[in-house]
């Protein structure tokens, strides 16, 4: 699954929908999809964190589609630019403002981001918070770590999800040889 970013958009996308499935200009990049009965995946367009990323066709979409995914236990929401971090972006007002409530009412139990190019893992009105961005550009230093995070550091990472029928879904942060240095579990409600 990817969520375009934006380092992915100059000028207006066009690599982004020839590499990954939007062929069609003006085709909203924003999607969700199941996998298996326990986990929903909900990606959006969330580039900058601007008023405009925020338009009312994607945010019906949003609202349509978490109340949809209302009975299905784990719900992900994946895009770029985080509401909160430690990292140089730091806390994204308008994103807050957008997303904070939805996350609350629709139980989301994961957002994923990037933007800040670090690890971290903040939690923030029971929602697991975790920015990614350690995958291959010049890595931030987090000078001012807050109080909502759980683990934060600046070096190359990446994360695997696993979800079992019988115990739940998990995740493992992963230096690049394998080595786990942060884990969280969420056992089935």
Do not use: W
Request: hydrophobic residues 40%; contains cysteine.
């Amino acid at each position: 699954m990817t969520a375009i970013g934006n380092h992915d958009n100059r000028p207006g996308e066009p690599l982004y929908r020839k590499y990954f499935a939007f062929r069609t200009p003006g085709e909203p990049l924003y999607y969700s999809f199941n996998y298996t009965a326990l986990l929903h995946v909900l990606v959006l367009r969330i580039m900058y964190g601007q008023e405009s990323d925020f338009t009312t066709e994607m945010m019906s979409f949003v609202n349509t589609d978490l109340t949809a995914s209302a009975v299905i236990p784990f719900k992900v929401l994946v895009f770029h630019c985080p509401l909160i971090s430690s990292g140089f972006f730091g806390i994204n007002q308008v994103v807050m403002d957008h997303m904070r409530s939805l996350l609350a009412t629709y139980n989301v139990t994961v957002v994923i981001t990037g933007h800040d190019h670090h690890y971290e893992r903040l939690i923030l009105d029971e929602t697991t918070h975790l920015v990614i961005g350690g995958g291959g550009g010049l890595l931030d230093p987090c000078h001012n770590v807050l109080a909502e995070t759980q683990a934060v550091g600046s070096f190359p990472h990446y994360v695997r999800f696993h979800v079992d029928p019988a115990r739940g879904m998990s995740y493992e942060a992963l230096l690049p040889d394998g080595t786990v240095f942060d884990a969280t579990y969420f056992p089935l409600p």
